[in-house]
C-alpha cells in the first residue's frame, strides 16, 4: 500500500516537473475582443472598418472564396449598400455564345472575386508562396483572431546575426520569425469613413474583427440560441430531477 | 382468449392487444424496459450506457443531415462543409452537435468502461456483454476515424496519412495493404469515397451490436455497485419509472454540458483542431500531426516504442487485451469497493491512461520519451500480472449478505465498515 501512494507521489512528481515546450515564439499578446465570453457580440462598427482594411488592402493578395457580398448584411450593411459594394466589382460573367465570359458588376448572392484567377496563376506571381484564403483564417490557428492581430503587430528590424533572405520579412509572431508576406499595414494606410485614426494596431484589430465575422458569420445568432437552449435545459433538469426524487420516495437506498 | 396460434397478452387498447397477439413487441418492451428487474442499489455511473445510447442517436440524425449536403470528392469536401456552415439552414448548430458529439460519444464510452472495470462488470456471468462491448469501442474508433477525414481539413488528410500507413509495418503484405485500403498510392479521392461510405455504414453497425449488448445485458441482468449477485425481488426495482426517471436526470445534466460546447465553445482545440479550418494539402504536411484527443493514449503507446512494427503491435495489443479481462481477473470479487489493493491500481491505471493522454498530445522529445514508455509498461502490467496476481493474493474485505440488507443498514458480516452507506441520489 505504501508502495503504491509513492508510486503515485513519484509520479505526481514527475509531472509537475515537465519542462514547459519550447518557445520559439513569445506569448500572444492579450487583445480585448468584443465578441468574447458566452454573451459577447461581434462590434460591427469595427467589423466595418475592418471589411474597408480588406478591401482596400488585404484583398490585392488574400482570397476570402467562402464569403459571399449578402452575408455583409451580419455586419450591418443595408441591402441597398451591399447592392452598391457588390455592383462596384468586377466578377466573372456567364460564358457567351463564344464560349467567352467576359467581366460584369457583381450582386449580392456572388462570392468575393479572387484576385488570381487560378491557383497556378498565385504561385506564380508569388513564387509558390500563395497568400492563405481568409475564408476561415480567424479559425485556422491557435489564438484566433489575437493571432492574425500579433503577426500584423509583429514585424520588427531582424536581430543582429539573423539574415534575413529576400522575399522574407522579420516577424516575431510568425512560427520560424521568416513570414513571405511583406509588411501590409502602416499608419494611415486606409482613411477610415468613421474618422477613426488608422494606426497599425487599430487596422489590424479592426481586421481581425472582421475575419472572426467571417469565418464564423453566426457566432451571435449561436450565442444568443445557446442562452435559451441552457435555461430551458436547466429548468427542465429541474423538474426531472423533483420527478425522480418523488418516484424514489417510496424506496429505501 | 388463446386462439390457435396467437400470442396470449393482457393489453387492453384492442389495437395493441391484436398487434401484439401477432408481433409481440408491445410483450417485450413491457418486459425488457418495464419490468426489467434492476438492481436498486446503482449510482450515478450507471446512466452512461444510456448515455452513450442518446448520443449515437443524436450522431446518426444529425449525420444523416450532414450527409444530404455534404459532397465526398476531394474537390468539393472542404467547400461543402463550409456551405453547410454558411448557408444550409441551421447547418452550423447540425454539425456543431455532430463535431461536439463524436468527443462526448467517447467521453461517455470511456467513463462506462471505467465504471465497468471499478465495478467488475466483465466477470462471469457477464463476459459476453464485456466483449461486446470491446466490438463497440472499435467499431467506434474506426467510424471515429473515418468522420474526421471527411471534412477533408489539413488535420482529416494527415491523421489519415498517418493512421492507414500503420499497416504498412506488417511484414511482407504490409505496403499492399495500405495500397488496398486507400484505393490508389495516396490517400486521396477514392479514399475518401470509401471512407464516407464506410462511415455512413458502420453507425448501424454499431446499433446492431448495441442490440447485442442490451440483449446479453437482459438476459444476466445488471452489475450494481456492490458486485453482488441479486437475492431476490426485495434487491431490485422494476426498470420503468425508477431508472428510467434516473437515467433522463443524467440525460439532462448531459445536454447542458453538450449545450454549452455546441454553442459557446465549439472551436475549442480539443474539439476542432484548427489546422482543420485549412483545406487538405498533400504538399503541405502541419508542423504537428496530432489525433483526436480520444486517441492519444493509443497514439502515445504507438509512439512510445521505437520500432513501428512493435508499435503498431502494442497499439492494437492495448485494446485487443480488453478481450481477455475476464478470464485475465483472477478475483472471485467483483467490485473494487471490496478490493483494497485493486482499487488504488485502479485509480493509478486511470491515472496512467491520462498520463499517456498527455504523452500523446505532445512532441516525443525529452522527458516525454521516458514517461511514454513508463505509461506504456504500466498499461499492460496493469492488464497482465496485477489483474491477475492481485486477484490471487489480495484479501477482499467481507461482502454484505444482500444488496437490501446493506442498503438497511444491517447484515454485513463481521465488518461493517466495508457495506458503504448508498450514496444518496
Same mark, same amino acid.
Given at each position: 500500500?505504501?508502495?503504491?501512494?509513492?508510486?503515485?507521489?513519484?509520479?505526481?512528481?514527475?509531472? &509537475?516537473?515537465?519542462?514547459?515546450?519550447?518557445?520559439?515564439?513569445?506569448?500572444?499578446?492579450?487583445?480585448?475582443?468584443?465578441?468574447?465570453?458566452?454573451?459577447?457580440?461581434?462590434?460591427?462598427?469595427?467589423?466595418?472598418?475592418?471589411?474597408?482594411? =480588406?478591401?482596400?488592402?488585404?484583398?490585392?493578395?488574400?482570397?476570402?472564396?467562402?464569403?459571399?457580398?449578402?452575408?455583409?448584411?451580419?455586419?450591418?450593411?443595408?441591402?441597398?449598400?451591399?447592392?452598391?459594394?457588390?455592383?462596384?466589382?468586377?466578377?466573372?460573367?456567364?460564358?457567351?455564345?463564344?464560349?467567352?465570359?467576359?467581366?460584369?458588376?457583381? *450582386?449580392?448572392?456572388?462570392?468575393?472575386?479572387?484576385?488570381?484567377?487560378?491557383?497556378?496563376?498565385?504561385?506564380?506571381?508569388?513564387?509558390?508562396?500563395?497568400?492563405?484564403?481568409?475564408?476561415?483564417?480567424?479559425?485556422?490557428?491557435?489564438?484566433?483572431?489575437?493571432?492574425?492581430?500579433?503577426?500584423?503587430?509583429?514585424?520588427?528590424?531582424?536581430?543582429?546575426?539573423?539574415?534575413?533572405?529576400?522575399?522574407?520579412? =522579420?516577424?516575431?509572431?510568425?512560427?520560424?520569425?521568416?513570414?513571405?508576406?511583406?509588411?501590409?499595414?502602416?499608419?494611415?494606410?486606409?482613411?477610415?469613413?468613421?474618422?477613426?485614426?488608422?494606426?497599425?494596431?487599430?487596422?489590424?484589430?479592426?481586421?481581425?474583427?472582421?475575419?472572426?465575422?467571417?469565418?464564423?458569420?453566426?457566432?451571435?445568432?449561436?450565442?444568443?440560441?445557446?442562452?435559451?437552449? /441552457?435555461?430551458?435545459?436547466?429548468?427542465?433538469?429541474?423538474?426531472?430531477?423533483?420527478?425522480?426524487?418523488?418516484?424514489?420516495?417510496?424506496?429505501?437506498? | 382468449?388463446?386462439?390457435?396460434?396467437?400470442?396470449?397478452?393482457?393489453?387492453?387498447?384492442?389495437?395493441?392487444?391484436?398487434?401484439?397477439?401477432?408481433?409481440?413487441?408491445?410483450?417485450?418492451?413491457? *418486459?425488457?424496459?418495464?419490468?426489467?428487474?434492476?438492481?436498486?442499489?446503482?449510482?450515478?455511473?450507471?446512466?452512461?450506457?444510456?448515455?452513450?445510447?442518446?448520443?449515437?442517436?443524436?450522431?446518426?440524425?444529425?449525420?444523416?443531415?450532414?450527409?444530404?449536403?455534404?459532397?465526398?470528392?476531394?474537390?468539393?469536401?472542404?467547400? &461543402?462543409?463550409?456551405?453547410?456552415?454558411?448557408?444550409?439552414?441551421?447547418?452550423?448548430?447540425?454539425?456543431?452537435?455532430?463535431?461536439?458529439?463524436?468527443?462526448?460519444?467517447?467521453?461517455?464510452?470511456?467513463?462506462?468502461?471505467?465504471?465497468?472495470?471499478? =465495478?467488475?462488470?466483465?466477470? *462471469?456471468?457477464?463476459?459476453?456483454?464485456?466483449?461486446?462491448? /470491446?466490438?463497440?469501442?472499435?467499431?467506434?474508433?474506426?467510424?471515429?476515424?473515418?468522420?474526421?477525414?471527411?471534412?477533408?481539413?489539413?488535420?482529416?488528410?494527415?491523421?489519415?496519412?498517418?493512421?492507414?500507413?500503420?499497416?504498412?509495418?506488417?511484414?511482407?503484405?504490409?505496403?499492399?495493404?495500405?495500397?488496398?485500403?486507400?484505393?490508389?498510392?495516396?490517400?486521396?479521392?477514392?479514399?475518401?469515397?470509401?471512407?464516407?461510405?464506410?462511415?455512413?455504414?458502420?453507425?448501424?453497425?454499431?446499433?446492431?451490436?448495441?442490440?447485442?449488448?442490451?440483449?446479453?445485458?437482459?438476459?444476466?441482468?445488471?452489475?450494481?455497485?456492490?458486485?453482488?449477485?441479486?437475492?431476490?425481488?426485495?434487491?431490485?426495482?422494476?426498470?420503468?419509472?425508477?431508472?428510467?426517471? *434516473?437515467?433522463?436526470?443524467? /440525460?439532462?445534466?448531459?445536454?447542458?454540458?453538450?449545450?454549452?460546447?455546441?454553442?459557446?465553445?465549439?472551436?475549442?482545440?480539443?474539439?476542432?483542431?484548427?489546422?482543420?479550418?485549412?483545406?487538405?494539402?498533400?504538399?503541405?504536411?502541419?508542423?504537428?500531426?496530432?489525433?483526436?484527443?480520444?486517441?492519444?493514449?493509443?497514439?502515445?503507446?504507438?509512439?512510445?516504442?521505437?520500432?513501428?512494427?512493435?508499435?503498431?503491435?502494442?497499439?492494437?495489443?492495448?485494446?485487443?487485451?480488453?478481450?481477455?479481462?475476464?478470464?485475465?481477473?483472477?478475483?472471485?470479487?467483483?467490485?473494487?469497493?471490496?478490493?483494497?489493493?485493486?482499487?488504488?491500481?485502479?485509480?493509478?491505471?486511470?491515472?496512467?491512461?491520462?498520463?499517456?493522454?498527455?504523452?500523446?498530445?505532445?512532441?516525443?522529445?525529452?522527458?516525454?520519451?521516458?514517461?511514454?514508455?513508463?505509461?506504456?509498461?504500466?498499461? =499492460?502490467?496493469?492488464?497482465?500480472?496485477?489483474?491477475?496476481?492481485?486477484?490471487?493474493?489480495?484479501?477482499?474485505?467481507?461482502?454484505?449478505?444482500?444488496?437490501?440488507?446493506?442498503?438497511?443498514?444491517?447484515?454485513?458480516?463481521?465488518?461493517?465498515?466495508?457495506?458503504?452507506?448508498?450514496?444518496?441520489?
Amino acid at each position: 500500500m505504501r508502495t503504491l501512494a509513492l508510486a503515485a507521489a513519484a509520479l505526481g512528481l514527475a509531472l &509537475s516537473a515537465l519542462p514547459a515546450a519550447a518557445q520559439e515564439t513569445p506569448p500572444l499578446p492579450r487583445v480585448f475582443w468584443s465578441f468574447e465570453g458566452p454573451f459577447g457580440t461581434i462590434d460591427q462598427a469595427a467589423a466595418q472598418r475592418g471589411y474597408q482594411v =480588406y478591401k482596400q488592402v488585404c484583398s490585392a493578395c488574400h482570397s476570402m472564396t467562402q464569403f459571399h457580398f449578402r452575408d455583409l448584411a451580419g455586419i450591418g450593411y443595408t441591402p441597398e449598400q451591399i447592392a452598391a459594394i457588390a455592383a462596384s466589382v468586377q466578377v466573372p460573367g456567364p460564358p457567351n455564345a463564344q464560349g467567352q465570359s467576359s467581366p460584369v458588376p457583381g *450582386k449580392p448572392a456572388d462570392a468575393f472575386p479572387s484576385p488570381f484567377p487560378t491557383q497556378a496563376a498565385a504561385e506564380a506571381a508569388f513564387n509558390g508562396a500563395v497568400p492563405p484564403d481568409q475564408s476561415l483564417m480567424a479559425n485556422a490557428f491557435e489564438g484566433g483572431p489575437t493571432y492574425i492581430y500579433a503577426i500584423l503587430n509583429g514585424f520588427r528590424n531582424p536581430p543582429p546575426g539573423i539574415t534575413v533572405p529576400p522575399g522574407r520579412y =522579420y516577424n516575431i509572431y510568425f512560427p520560424g520569425n521568416l513570414i513571405a508576406m511583406p509588411p501590409p499595414l502602416h499608419d494611415g494606410a486606409v482613411t477610415y469613413a468613421d474618422g477613426t485614426p488608422a494606426t497599425v494596431p487599430q487596422m489590424a484589430h479592426d481586421v481581425a474583427t472582421f475575419l472572426y465575422f467571417v469565418a464564423n458569420p453566426h457566432a451571435d445568432q449561436r450565442k444568443r440560441i445557446g442562452v435559451h437552449v /441552457v435555461l430551458f435545459l436547466v429548468f427542465v433538469t429541474g423538474l426531472t430531477y423533483a420527478l425522480k426524487r418523488k418516484v424514489w420516495s417510496d424506496v429505501e437506498h | 382468449m388463446a386462439e390457435l396460434g396467437l400470442q396470449e397478452n393482457e393489453f387492453k387498447n384492442p389495437v395493441v392487444h391484436w398487434i401484439d397477439a401477432r408481433l409481440p413487441v408491445f410483450t417485450a418492451m413491457h *418486459k425488457e424496459y418495464r419490468q426489467f428487474p434492476t438492481p436498486k442499489n446503482f449510482n450515478y455511473f450507471w446512466n452512461f450506457g444510456a448515455l452513450a445510447t442518446v448520443n449515437l442517436a443524436i450522431m446518426i440524425i444529425t449525420g444523416i443531415f450532414l450527409a444530404m449536403n455534404y459532397n465526398p470528392s476531394t474537390a468539393g469536401a472542404f467547400d &461543402s462543409v463550409e456551405r453547410i456552415m454558411r448557408d444550409v439552414n441551421w447547418g452550423w448548430m447540425i454539425r456543431y452537435l455532430h463535431v461536439v458529439g463524436a468527443s462526448l460519444f467517447f467521453v461517455t464510452v470511456y467513463v462506462h468502461i471505467f465504471r465497468g472495470l471499478y =465495478y467488475g462488470s466483465y466477470k *462471469k456471468p457477464r463476459e459476453m456483454i464485456w466483449m461486446l462491448g /470491446v466490438v463497440l469501442l472499435l467499431l467506434l474508433m474506426a467510424t471515429a476515424f473515418m468522420g474526421y477525414v471527411l471534412p477533408w481539413g489539413q488535420m482529416s488528410f494527415w491523421g489519415a496519412t498517418v493512421i492507414t500507413n500503420l499497416f504498412g509495418a506488417i511484414p511482407v503484405v504490409g505496403h499492399g495493404i495500405v495500397t488496398w485500403l486507400w484505393g490508389g498510392f495516396a490517400v486521396a479521392n477514392p479514399t475518401l469515397n470509401r471512407f464516407f461510405s464506410l462511415h455512413y455504414l458502420l453507425p448501424f453497425i454499431i446499433v446492431g451490436f448495441l442490440v447485442l449488448h442490451i440483449m446479453a445485458l437482459h438476459t444476466v441482468g445488471s452489475n450494481n455497485p456492490l458486485g453482488i449477485d441479486v437475492k431476490g425481488p426485495q434487491d431490485t426495482l422494476p426498470f420503468h419509472p425508477y431508472y428510467t426517471v *434516473k437515467d433522463s436526470v443524467g /440525460v439532462c445534466v448531459y445536454l447542458i454540458v453538450f449545450a454549452i460546447l455546441v454553442f459557446f465553445i465549439p472551436h475549442q482545440p480539443l474539439l476542432m483542431d484548427p489546422n482543420n479550418s485549412i483545406q487538405a494539402n498533400p504538399l503541405q504536411t502541419p508542423s504537428d500531426i496530432v489525433p483526436e484527443w480520444y486517441f492519444l493514449p493509443f497514439y502515445a503507446i504507438l509512439r512510445s516504442v521505437p520500432n513501428k512494427l512493435g508499435g503498431v503491435v502494442l497499439l492494437f495489443g492495448s485494446i485487443f487485451v480488453l478481450f481477455f479481462l475476464p478470464w485475465l481477473d483472477t478475483s472471485p470479487v467483483r467490485s473494487c469497493r471490496f478490493r483494497p489493493i485493486m482499487r488504488w491500481l485502479w485509480v493509478l491505471f486511470v491515472i496512467d491512461v491520462f498520463v499517456l493522454g498527455y504523452v500523446g498530445a505532445n512532441r516525443p522529445v525529452g522527458i516525454f520519451i521516458l514517461l511514454g514508455r513508463i505509461a506504456t509498461v504500466w498499461y =499492460y502490467i496493469h492488464m497482465l500480472i496485477f489483474l491477475p496476481l492481485v486477484g490471487k493474493l489480495e484479501r477482499p474485505l467481507p461482502l454484505p449478505e444482500s444488496i437490501s440488507k446493506s442498503v438497511l443498514g444491517g447484515g454485513a458480516l463481521p465488518s461493517a465498515a466495508a457495506a458503504r452507506p448508498m450514496e444518496k441520489a
